[in-house]
């Protein structure tokens, strides 16, 4: 998930850099490319809803590895394909919804998204994300209860688990305090008070995404980057970049008549001499 989740970030950073970037660059002008202004944006912001499924997808993930281990080494490769697939069709889904909301003949006073696409639009998409990510809050609490679980019953966890497991950590509540609560707290405001909060101050929330982004990169190649890679018993035989993340970390220990072996083989696992 790692990967997919580097892959949906890296594409949101660089169409709301080409949204961003046009929109400075009318900012004093007197005329504008709506095709522009509705492609970078429609761009960006069903890119922004494939994050946030990434992210409903990565909790639901870790969850599952830590709870039924040999399960998730087996279906570890096809689930992540169902997982990116899901993610492409969110992606496509939101491009299709602004393409039946676009308006034909764009008002010449707004040059930004909501000039281009009907409000009602923008709204249901905004309102959708609001709900994955109000979805996500108890989830992500269920996932760091069970993690916490975890480590406690836990007797021997492989770094490369474990520094999974942090990053998700770090990744889910950095997503609760940059991306999920101003998403609701915007939502709510905008349907009580029946008032744009982004049409008066902009668009805040890409600002947001940005920032945790941004977090998501660093976090993740410092984790990487600190990891020493050894991995503790338990430990996966057949090692390799597809089974990453998937790997048992817990074992009871080992009967004292079968100390004496040098390695017994269970389900694809090592047990070292102990």
């Not at 809050?137 to 996932?143: E, G, Q």
């Not at 017994?264 to 696992?269: E, K, Q, T, V």
């Amino acid at each position: 998930m790692a990967l997919l989740t580097t892959v949906v970030h890296l594409a949101y950073n660089l169409s709301s850099t080409a949204y961003t970037a046009y929109m400075i660059h009318i900012s004093n002008s007197t005329s504008w490319s709506h095709a522009l202004i509705y492609w970078t944006g429609s761009l960006m912001f069903s890119t922004s809803l494939s994050l946030i499924c990434c992210d409903f997808f990565t909790v639901i993930d870790r969850t599952v590895a830590i709870q039924r281990p040999i399960l998730y080494t087996h279906k570890h490769k096809t689930t992540w394909i169902v997982f990116a697939a899901l993610v492409a069709f969110a992606f496509a889904a939101n491009i299709g919804v602004y393409e039946i909301g676009r308006i034909p003949i764009p008002s010449e006073k707004l040059k930004h998204f909501r000039g281009v696409v009907h409000d009602e639009f923008v709204d249901a998409m905004y309102y959708f994300k609001s709900g994955i990510s109000a979805v996500n809050v108890p989830l992500t609490l269920y996932f760091l209860w069970r993690l916490k679980q975890f480590t406690t019953r836990t007797l021997f966890v492989d770094e490369t688990l474990k520094t999974a497991n942090q990053i998700v950590v770090y990744q889910m509540l950095a997503e609760i305090g940059l991306i999920i609560i101003p998403t609701l707290l915007t939502s709510l405001i905008d349907w009580i008070g029946d008032i744009s909060i982004t049409t008066i101050v902009g668009s805040y929330p890409n600002a947001l995404y940005v920032f945790y982004t941004t977090f998501f990169a660093v976090s993740l190649a410092t984790k990487l980057g600190n990891s020493s890679g050894t991995a503790l018993t338990p430990r996966l035989i057949d090692y390799d970049s597809t089974r990453t993340q998937a790997l048992i970390s817990f074992v009871p220990r080992l009967p004292a008549a079968l100390r004496p072996l040098r390695r017994l083989r269970l389900d694809g696992l090592s047990f070292q001499r102990c």
